[in-house]
């Protein structure tokens, strides 16, 4: 199957500061690429949506100025966790697809914020 | 609106058991996909099945089957003799035909399987 690679696999970073979490399909074109969060024990919950060349649509109640999706080319979607608190601490996993195709899930980014 | 059940938080089984995971959906779509994904410890999602809402006969892979039954919204995952390598969280997914990449997951069961 189709490769989507993530990128870092764990963060640790201090409150107040960014991070920036990648998302690479490796042997495809992704139209889409969508962004997952997952609390522990908890399931995962789609953040967003973002498409080629276009603003990423997010879902209700994820803050888009805290939560920046940048999917600058078909291969490459980024979600940057500005100004990063311990709430956010969590698991980002994405995928990515093309057309109607099935997606694919990269490793996953375990985010603590301390 | 889309919604997945999974009413089992947690199994324990004893290794070479049989395990049945429950999974309930609810779609206002006529055609659509479902799924099933292992998340072991280490978080990574592995991918084990997708079926369309076209095709209601089982399948079996090695130790793994499913069950879709459209009439009662159902598409349940057994694992034959399960083994201590099973034990991880299994999500139950659907999604729309035109969509097939927008998953919307259930709760997910976790699954111990004690030696």
């Known amino acids: 199957g189709a490769v989507v690679s993530q990128h870092p696999s764990r963060v640790i970073c201090k409150s107040g500061t960014s991070v920036k979490i990648e998302c690479r399909s490796l042997?495809?074109?992704?139209?889409?690429m969508f962004w997952y969060r997952q609390f522990p024990k908890q399931s995962l919950m789609l953040m967003a949506t973002?498409?080629?060349?276009?603003?990423?649509?997010?879902e209700q109640g994820v803050e888009k100025d805290k939560f920046l999706i940048n999917h600058a080319s078909l291969t490459l979607s980024t979600l940057t966790v500005t100004s990063a608190h311990p709430e956010d601490s969590s698991f980002y996993i994405c995928?990515?697809?093309?057309?109607?195709?099935?997606?694919?899930f990269g490793q996953g980014t375990r985010l603590t914020v301390v | 609106a889309q919604k997945v059940t999974q009413a089992q938080t947690e199994i324990s089984v004893v290794e070479k058991e049989d395990v049945t995971l429950d999974c309930v959906y609810e779609?206002?779509?006529?055609?659509?996909?479902l799924f099933w994904y292992k998340q072991p410890p280490s978080g990574e999602l592995v991918f084990l099945i997708r079926?369309?809402?076209?095709?209601?006969q089982n399948e079996i892979s090695g130790r793994y089957s499913w069950n879709f039954q459209k009439s009662t919204s159902s598409f349940n995952f057994t694992i034959t003799a399960s083994q201590v390598v099973d034990s991880a969280v299994y999500f139950c997914?659907?999604?729309?035909?035109?969509?097939?990449?927008?998953?919307?997951f259930g709760s997910g069961t976790q699954l111990t399987v004690l030696p």
């Open positions: 997914a659907l999604s729309g035909f035109g969509s097939a990449r927008q998953l919307t």
């Open positions: 079926r369309n809402s076209f095709d209601e």
């Open positions: 973002s498409n080629e060349g276009s603003k990423a649509t997010y």
């Open positions: 042997d495809f074109q992704a139209t889409t």
């Open positions: 779609t206002r779509d006529t055609t659509y996909y």
């Open positions: 995928s990515a697809g093309h057309l109607n195709t099935e997606a694919f």
